[in-house]
């Protein structure tokens, strides 16, 4: 046979990149129909471990409700214990998103972690939905049109609960909250509405997290008799915090208020000493709304257990990404058609209809409870559809 000639050379060569050209083009296709691998990256171990376990539980839910797929792509699920460890969270992110390659990632409830997390995906240019964590700066100067949140900002909840004390004629507040993003950040909205309404901040406790040593804290409040105690603590420190607080006596002398996690998938370990305790939180246990009914039966349902208000945060945050892939049949590559459905959506949530503001945080209302008989009860509207600031927030 004889030898090409050069030209021939030439046109096998093109042929053969057209050829290639259109396999990469069909891998891509194919990749659009391939699994969509959501990496959870949860606290699975810890203080924050049951929160970790509802917010998958949530997720899964709503998944299971649109028959296995979202934008068209069956889910494939690969998971992290990020054991809410700040020191560890570069390379726990790291591992979902240069070893496993996962599409979109769904994490995390600690703000410190969430933010190492928020920066790999701005880097990245991975998809990040954050069930969880309020860490403000992640729908603030860390905002990006590829991060989302299901949740609500560490100022709103805090924000809510001061509108309310001070409109209820407290003047002097004592706050204790763990040292970190979430506890400042929280005790921060808390003390700008309450000194805005008038009250006045007159000490401000902390331990770090997630120590549980509250005696001599407790000690401390005793002798301050302030009018009330403003708390951001949550899962096992939270059950920890509320029982001790009764033993130490001073419930039923000090009203104890907080955020709404200081109560939420808490009660029934903390029983009769949470009793009467009140604080602002964007979900509750009494929501005359149909989609809570329904949620609130598939979950029990589904896993033997109460939904609390981290189940509905990631049973939203399928919602959210169930919206975005609807809009790009299934391509997390198009991130602004992805961007442009989830804020120009309405989500139905268990919590009550809610919309995502400029900063990708919902704007949501924020609800006065108190605990009674073992529930979150609503007993008022502390903030309707409250908007985070979204400082510094430029996309
Ligand atoms: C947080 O670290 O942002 C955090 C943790 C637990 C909560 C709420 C916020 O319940």
């Not at 204790?176 to 309404?197: L, N, Q, R």
Request: charged share 20%; with cysteine.
């Amino acid at each position: 046979m004889k030898h090409p000639s050069k030209r021939q050379a030439l046109q096998l060569g093109l042929a053969a990149v057209a050829a290639a050209t259109l396999a990469l083009g069909a891998g891509n296709a194919l990749a659009q129909g391939a699994k969509l691998k959501v990496g959870l990256m949860l606290p699975y171990t810890g203080t924050f471990a049951a929160l970790g376990t509802a917010i998958e539980n949530g997720f899964r839910l709503h998944v299971d409700e649109l028959g296995g797929k979202l934008g068209g792509r069956e889910i494939e699920y690969v998971k992290v214990d990020d054991e809410s460890d700040p020191a560890k969270a570069t390379d726990n992110v790291n591992k979902l998103i240069k070893r496993d390659n996962v599409d979109v990632i769904v994490g995390t409830v600690h703000s410190g972690v969430a933010m190492a997390m928020a920066k790999a995906a701005k880097d990245s240019g991975t998809l990040l939905i954050v069930p969880n964590a309020g860490a403000n700066a992640v729908t603030g100067p860390m905002c990006a049109p590829n991060i989302f949140r299901s949740s609500f900002s560490n100022w709103q909840p805090g924000y809510a609960m001061g509108e309310a004390l001070a409109k209820r004629g407290a003047k002097n507040v004592v706050t204790i909250t763990w040292k970190y993003a979430a506890g400042d950040e929280s005790v921060g909205g808390f003390k700008e509405a309450f000194e805005k309404g008038g009250g006045k901040v007159v000490k401000e406790l902390s331990l770090p997290f997630p120590n549980v040593e509250f005696q001599a804290l407790l000690t401390e409040i005793a002798a301050l008799k302030p009018d009330a105690v403003y708390t951001f603590f949550a899962g096992g420190g939270a059950v920890k915090f509320v029982k001790d607080y009764a033993a130490a006596g001073l419930k039923g002398k000090i009203p104890l208020v907080g955020a709404g996690f200081l109560t939420d998938g808490t009660l029934p370990a903390q029983g009769a000493d949470a009793d009467g305790l009140l604080t602002a939180l964007h979900y509750a246990d009494s929501l005359d709304n149909p989609k809570d009914k329904a949620f609130r039966t598939a979950y029990a349902q589904a896993f033997k257990l109460q939904p609390d208000v981290y189940a509905v945060q990631g049973y939203d945050a399928a919602q959210m990404l169930a919206v975005g892939l609807a809009a790009t049949k299934g391509d997390v590559g198009k991130k602004a058609e992805f961007a442009a459905a989830v804020q120009k959506a309405t989500i139905d949530s268990p919590r009550g209809k809610f919309t995502i503001g400029k900063s990708h945080n919902p704007v949501q209302d924020m609800y006065l409870r108190q605990v009674v008989g073992g529930e979150n009860k609503v007993i008022g509207i502390a903030s309707k559809a409250l908007a985070d600031p979204g400082r510094g927030c430029r996309m």
